[in-house]
């Protein structure tokens, strides 16, 4: 049992946890809690480093089954508490963190594509990705400025979104449009615009811009936008969370999919 | 100008931030920055203190504007930066913060009715109290195990939805069948049903329950719901978070209002 936050797989984790450039030159990112390792070894996902504690995992059936799929996987470690404390991203740990290759989806040939446009606040992202999934969405552009998808705060709230849609990160501006000329509908979400979202025929191949939290979408990609979209509002309302205003988007296309165009 | 935290008006105010007891006893909740303030003033709501630093709400061209709003107001206190500190729930604080008297709006005697049955994220419960505002709901009904409406973490997610709503809290299941007497249509939103949301006719009177996020509706409330609905999810996802589930249907009922039922 590891019992020192100076053994080097703890001293790794925690720089995977902390730091960025390291998370992105190893391709690797850190999750945490039953659920999302759960997710992992169902996605067959790569796994670095795994520690845990089993007194921890032990308090639920979940947990306890847990611990069966990675006894005798060489990468997994038993820690200390402390340990576990240590490299948690949470106040209170499920009594499991893991180091996760960055999962490497194929973008689907048709459908829907989700444009993050510098969206700021990592609860946001994650909760885009995990509606994103819930929608049926299989690819996530996510252009220069938005916040890191691997960083802890995505991953607990996106609840392994990351396991199931093909994203692209770091995309600028410049070749976004190659990334979307499978489309000929591009809809960027904007505060006022005469046409409602659900105007829009979600049915037909599209993407959906959504951008940034203070500016909204940014110049480059209301250009790239054929056309702009909003969310009806009762007078006075200045505007939506950025996550709630997307996933309202989002599950009026899945809507008109299921039913045919209302 | 206030310089100490331990002047009797900053241990008033610092009081109602933090305690639940004193903000219900008084009947008066704590808000923040110049949107909220502003918000305060238009709804002409009832201001016990109000403090604020000149040097930070002049930052702001429409903290400017707002300072001539309350210039002259005997509950209004200039104080030093690390005062407002003290009083403030959040780490850059925008330079106002002030104590209002709960709103009291008259319940309106038609339309959709939304029912936070013990949800626990004052995140959440601010995040859906915003999208009821801006779908035109007028009546909110928390029961007993809500997060407390009028704490600093919902206030400031609701973005001044509280001076838009009648909002009744700490409402007992056993008050709450006469509260929902005028509709026949009560839908409770759970995980699983075979009705998706989008079947319902929301163009009738009716009340949507949004559950714990936990443990989602109680059986109570279940037991009162005439309907049960839930929003398809591609296969192998769990759940969605409350506020985004809750959101997605209250703008499906906003969109078949606005359109006729699809």
Same mark, same amino acid.
């Given at each position: 049992?590891?019992?020192?936050?100076?053994?080097?797989?703890?001293?790794?984790?925690?720089?995977?946890?902390?730091?960025?450039?390291?998370?992105?030159?190893?391709?690797?990112?850190?999750?945490?809690?039953?659920?999302?390792?759960?997710?992992?070894?169902?996605?067959?996902?790569?796994?670095?480093?795994?520690?845990?504690?089993?007194?921890?995992? @032990?308090?639920?059936?979940?947990? /306890? !089954?847990?611990? #069966?799929?990675?006894?005798?996987?060489?990468? &997994?470690?038993?820690?200390? $508490?402390?340990?576990?404390?240590?490299?948690?991203?949470?106040?209170?740990?499920?009594?499991?963190?893991?180091?996760?290759?960055?999962?490497?989806?194929?973008?689907?040939?048709?459908?829907?594509?989700?444009?993050?446009?510098?969206?700021?606040?990592?609860?946001?992202?994650?909760?885009?990705?995990?509606?994103?999934?819930?929608?049926?969405?299989?690819?996530?552009?996510?252009?220069?400025?938005?916040?890191?998808?691997?960083?802890?705060?995505?991953?607990?709230?996106?609840?392994?979104?990351?396991?199931?849609?093909?994203?692209?990160?770091?995309?600028?501006?410049?070749?976004?449009?190659?990334?979307?000329? @499978?489309?000929?509908?591009?809809? /960027? !979400?904007?505060? #006022?615009?005469?046409?409602?979202?659900?105007? &829009?025929?979600?049915?037909? $191949?599209?993407?959906?811009?959504?951008?940034?939290?203070?500016?909204?979408?940014?110049?480059?990609?209301?250009?790239?936008?054929?056309?702009?979209?909003?969310?009806?509002?009762?007078?006075?309302?200045?505007?939506?969370?950025?996550?709630?205003?997307?996933?309202?988007?989002?599950?009026?296309?899945?809507?008109?999919?299921?039913?045919?165009?209302?």
């Amino acid at each position: 049992m590891i019992t020192s936050t100076k053994n080097p797989q703890i001293k790794h984790l925690r720089s995977l946890l902390t730091n960025r450039k390291d998370r992105r030159s190893e391709r690797l990112f850190v999750i945490e809690g039953v659920r999302l390792v759960e997710e992992a070894f169902q996605a067959q996902a790569e796994i670095a480093i795994l520690v845990y504690n089993r007194e921890q995992l @032990t308090l639920t059936e979940r947990g /306890a !089954a847990l611990i #069966e799929q990675f006894v005798g996987l060489a990468q &997994a470690y038993e820690v200390a $508490p402390e340990v576990l404390q240590a490299v948690s991203d949470t106040v209170t740990p499920q009594g499991v963190v893991a180091a996760v290759r960055w999962p490497e989806l194929e973008s689907p040939m048709y459908g829907v594509v989700l444009v993050l446009d510098a969206l700021q606040d990592p609860g946001n992202v994650g909760t885009l990705l995990r509606s994103a999934v819930a929608t049926g969405i299989g690819q996530v552009i996510c252009t220069v400025g938005t916040a890191d998808v691997y960083s802890p705060k995505v991953a607990r709230a996106a609840m392994g979104a990351h396991f199931r849609l093909a994203i692209a990160q770091d995309v600028s501006w410049d070749d976004a449009p190659l990334m979307l000329s @499978t489309t000929d509908n591009v809809y /960027a !979400a904007v505060a #006022e615009a005469s046409m409602p979202y659900y105007a &829009a025929d979600w049915r037909q $191949p599209s993407a959906l811009i959504v951008g940034n939290e203070a500016n909204g979408v940014s110049a480059a990609g209301l250009e790239i936008a054929t056309k702009q979209i909003a969310i009806p509002m009762a007078p006075g309302v200045e505007s939506l969370n950025a996550a709630v205003a997307g996933s309202v988007i989002l599950f009026e296309m899945q809507r008109q999919r299921k039913l045919g165009r209302s």
